[in-house]
């Protein structure tokens, strides 16, 4: 397998083709909304699906910004979340 290191940080980290600017899981506990509130992704139950929490809301926001970079959170291919630098 291939690595690379994490857009945000530099940590090394593997690496996914379909996922090019994704960040390490160490940055995505980063994770703010553009107004600094921490924002949390989660798929919706075992079948997938995407939910964001903010303040104990549950919402469909996919932006965030770690370290002041925009980035874009999205249900993954066979399951999960994962971020990716949008910048």
């Known amino acids: ?39 949390k ?3 919706i139950d075992h079948a997938g699906g995407f939910l964001s929490i903010v303040n104990d809301v549950k919402g469909k926001d996919h932006e965030c910004f770690i370290n002041n970079l925009k980035c874009y959170a999205d249900e993954a291919r066979f399951g999960g979340i994962v971020i990716q630098l949008s910048e």
Do not use: Q, W
């Open 41 to 43: 992704f989660y798929n």
């Open 1 to 39: 397998m291939k690595n690379k290191d994490c857009p945000i940080c530099d940590k090394n980290m593997l690496y996914f083709e379909r996922y090019p600017k994704m960040i390490c899981h160490e940055c995505v506990e980063l994770a703010t909304t553009k107004n600094g509130k921490s924002i």
